[in-house]
């Protein structure tokens, strides 16, 4: 098992950046990949980001491209995710999560085989 613990969500406005991280516990070896997603409610959990732990190659959503950078710490087993010229509908709880191995699509949360409780981010106009 690998605990995932979000941190940095909050509101901001429109416009503004928020920084958030998500530091991973417990069998954290042979990660193949760590994403970001996120979850309005009401709808679907969203892929948002995901980056290859060995290498770095990144992946984003076209709503995010341009706006958001997701990076990682390979030595502190974290991930982060910079968000840039935030807007209203980026508004979701933020979920990172742990593919350890390329089954399916780094973009399908189904993917993934852990995930943190969630951070919730909140853009105002």
């Known amino acids: 098992q690998v605990q995932l613990v979000e941190s940095g969500g909050g509101l901001v406005q429109a416009g503004d950046s928020l920084r958030l991280s998500c530091a991973a516990s417990g069998r954290t070896f042979s990660t193949y990949a760590m994403g970001w997603f996120r979850q309005a409610p009401g709808k679907e959990r969203e892929f948002v980001a995901a980056i290859k732990w060995s290498g770095g190659s990144t992946f984003y959503a076209d709503s995010v491209k341009g706006r958001f950078t997701i990076s990682r710490d390979n030595a502190q087993n974290t991930v982060y995710l910079q968000m840039n010229s935030m807007k209203s509908e980026d508004t979701a709880v933020y979920y990172c999560?742990?593919?350890?191995?390329?089954?399916?699509?780094?973009?399908?949360?189904?993917?993934?085989?852990?995930w943190g409780q969630g951070t919730q981010v909140t853009v105002s106009s």
């Open positions: 999560a742990v593919d350890k191995s390329p089954r399916w699509g780094l973009t399908l949360a189904r993917s993934y085989d852990s």
